[in-house]
């Protein structure tokens, strides 16, 4: 007589990352969710990363991904006081850090408000950065670098106008394989207007330039920019000014080579001060997220979509705290779980995440931390791989020091199903 058995085995699979120096009890931060949490949407954190960590303040991360070799390039600015650094590090996909290096350093100037973006046509980033001249007058200068910071091209300019050019954002563009670099010019007249350069892959020449929205005696701040694969074409949103306490969040859809640009999008127009958009693209779309709400101390992130043509959906409301304030708000996109949103909940300077869909007019699960361990976290900047797991880089402060850069990653579950097996004897 043949007796029949039935193994079952649990697969259960992770990644190991390594344990890195943290602060005691870090490592040990809960995994919690927000208030009335749906737990089992709650995303995987992974342990702490300490990026980097010396006496001056760091300041203003960037991150990309690097599809080719599962890496991570985070940038950011080494503060010593009359010089700021433009520094750089290398994480791998399983949370190990790699090489770091110096990307630009000039002593009593600043480099400062770094951004990157990766083509893997070169297995290069482009790093921009802001370089004060002087007090009153700050240029957009730029540096091609090497997958692993071996090679770096020597500096070159993207705009050396008078006056100020400041706080840039790139994107990269996978059709041409080229950048998209936008910006803000602050005028000595008040005028502030948002200008975008395209700059070739392959060798960092410059290509056409293009002033994409000014008008005189406005003002408009802080752009942000995203590449559509589909449509071969670029949204470029940005804070128009009305007031010191009005302002709105406008856009416009722009062509690959800068030729054709829409007429101004209003994403947002009301009487409260919406401010410090930030972008991603998704499948044929695009989202939006930006501080919203009537006061200082009531800050809300609010998000819309747009689709490749311009055309805006409802509005997505991602974290409204009642008489509490939610900013910096940064975002992008990962195949798995879509939107990944992440801010800076200033009540006690943690910061949190939440996902919102493609093609969805809401958001998917309740938010959670990424980070509420004691101290001061700050300017959260993200990169998703195709898989889904994100990189979260951010300034942290505990309790006494300095700001430094560390990192977490947050992963999507996996569902693995019980493997059933047979053996007959």
């Known amino acids: 007589m043949k007796k029949a058995r039935w193994f079952t085995l649990a697969l259960a699979l992770g990644l190991l990352v390594p344990l890195l120096a943290v602060p005691e009890g870090k490592l040990a931060q809960p995994v919690s969710a927000g208030r009335n949490a749906a737990v089992m949407q709650a995303p995987l954190l992974g342990p702490f990363i300490e990026i980097w960590n010396d006496t001056p ?6 991150v990309a991904y690097n599809s080719l070799r599962d890496q991570y390039l985070a940038v950011w600015e080494n503060d010593r006081g009359a010089t700021r650094d433009i520094y750089a590090r290398r994480v791998a996909g399983d949370g190990t850090l790699l090489s770091w290096f110096s990307v630009v350093s000039a002593s009593n100037k600043w480099n400062w408000l770094p951004a990157v973006a990766y083509s893997p046509v070169q297995d290069e980033y482009l790093i921009v950065y802001a370089y004060n001249v002087s007090s009153t007058d700050y240029d957009l200068w730029a540096r091609r670098v090497k997958w692993d910071g071996s090679w770096m091209s020597a500096e070159f300019p993207i705009n050396q106008d008078a006056d100020k050019q400041w706080y840039p954002a790139v994107a990269y563009n996978s059709t041409n394989d080229e950048y998209l670099v936008v910006y803000e010019n602050y005028w000595a007249g008040g005028l502030r207007d ?3 350069q395209r700059v070739k ?7 056409s330039w293009a002033n994409i929205a000014t008008a005189p005696g406005q003002v408009r701040r802080l752009p942000d920019v995203a590449y559509n694969a589909a449509r071969n074409e670029y949204l470029i949103a940005y804070t128009y000014q009305h007031s010191p306490t009005d302002g709105d969040i406008y856009g416009k859809v722009a062509s690959a080579n800068l030729g054709t640009l829409s007429s101004e999008i209003h994403l947002v127009d009301n ?8 972008l991603a693209a998704g499948p044929g779309e695009y989202l939006a997220v930006w501080e919203d709400g009537p006061s200082l101390t009531h800050r809300t992130i ?18 409204d705290l009642s008489g509490e304030a939610c900013v910096e708000p940064d975002l992008a996109y990962g195949t798995v779980y879509g939107y990944l949103v992440s801010w800076r909940w200033a009540g006690g300077d943690h ?9 969805q007019d ?29 990189l979260v880089v951010e ?26 097996l047979r053996n007959f004897q």
């Open 57 to 62: 303040d760091n300041y203003n991360p960037a």
């Open 194 to 196: 948002i200008a975008a």
């Open 201 to 207: 892959a392959s060798d960092g020449s410059l290509l």
């Open 271 to 278: 009487t409260f001060n919406q401010d410090t958009v930030a």
């Open 302 to 319: 609010y998000g819309r979509r747009v689709s490749g043509a311009g055309t805006l959906h409802p509005f997505v409301p991602i974290i």
């Open 351 to 359: 910061v949190n995440g939440r996902f919102v869909k493609p093609g």
């Open 362 to 390: 809401s958001t998917w699960g309740d938010w959670f931390n990424i980070d509420s361990y004691v101290g001061s976290h700050r300017s959260p900047a993200l990169a998703c791989a195709p898989s889904g797991d994100c």
């Open 395 to 420: 300034e942290s402060k505990y309790v006494a020091g300095d700001y430094d850069i560390w990192g977490r990653f947050v992963k999507p579950y996996r569902v693995y199903l019980p493997l059933v």
